[in-house]
Nanobody, 117 residues
């Protein structure tokens, strides 16, 4: 079983940057793992931010976050990151990572990101 462990989040001011990290608790990423980042704001559906695999690199699925949010990964350090820049009052949400492996999707616990204006 894969247990994503997340950290980073909290309250920032508009325009600030914030980094969230995701790792495999008690384990490591393996070469063909995908790491996906999502967010869900109150009253809204969950939104895909982007994904990253070692073969294909990263993809960013949401226009509103493209060129502001970047995804990185370092398997020897068992770490993946979501770097968020230029946060706006439209960005507050619970941010999650997930790791699909062997046809099962394992979700991190999620962390609230709040942006004050």
């Amino acid at each position: 079983q894969v247990q994503p462990a997340e950290s980073g989040g909290g309250v920032v001011q508009a325009g600030d940057s914030l980094t969230r990290s995701c790792s495999v608790a008690g384990g490591t990423f393996v070469g063909d793992d995908m790491v996906a980042w999502y967010r869900q704001a109150p009253g809204k559906e969950r939104e895909v931010i982007g994904t990253m695999t070692c073969d294909a690199g990263s993809s960013h699925d949401a226009d509103s976050m493209r060129c502001r949010f970047t995804i990185a990964r370092n398997d020897p350090e068992n770490s993946a990151w979501l770097h968020m820049h230029g946060l706006t009052p439209e960005d507050p949400a619970i941010y999650y990572c997930d790791i699909p492996r062997d046809s099962v999707v394992y979700w991190g616990q999620g962390t609230q990101v709040t942006v004050s204006s």
